[in-house]
């Protein structure tokens, strides 16, 4: 499965971005993890295609949406209200089979990994 990561960009404290992931099949989960300079990779959202259902991180929840498109095999991330600790490189991830809950936000469940899209809030 290939990963293809597009929208992020410049953006001022306050702004919004929308990043889109597309797949070339379809997969049972999608996510999306930021990873900041000098930190570790760290999960913001995901989505099943089974049910449509939705996990946000709780830095995000109020402000970032997840959403797919099954007949495209994209999953955005709408990121809206953005501020400066948002800053990182966001990568999309994919696992064919359905993540359970409790792990969904670890990035060992994904197999799949887009190559990452820099996303930059100024203050």
């Known amino acids: 499965v290939q990963l293809q990561a597009s929208g992020g960009g410049l953006v001022q404290a306050g702004g919004s971005l929308r990043l889109s992931c597309a797949a070339s099949?379809?997969?049972?989960?999608m996510g999306w993890f930021r990873q900041a300079p000098g930190k570790e990779r760290e999960f913001v959202a995901a989505?099943?295609?089974?049910?449509?259902?939705?996990y946000l991180d709780d830095s995000v929840k109020g402000r970032f949406t997840i959403s797919r498109d099954n007949a495209k095999n994209t999953a955005d991330l709408q990121m809206n209200s953005l501020k400066p600790e948002d800053t990182a490189v966001y990568y999309c991830?994919?696992?064919?089979?359905?993540?359970?809950?409790?792990?969904?936000?670890?990035?060992?469940?994904?197999?799949?990994w887009g190559q990452g899209t820099l996303v930059t809030v100024s203050s």
């Open positions: 991830a994919a696992h064919y089979n359905s993540v359970i809950a409790s792990a969904i936000r670890d990035v060992n469940s994904y197999s799949y």
């Open positions: 989505i099943r295609w089974s049910g449509g259902n939705t």
């Open positions: 099949r379809r997969t049972s989960t």
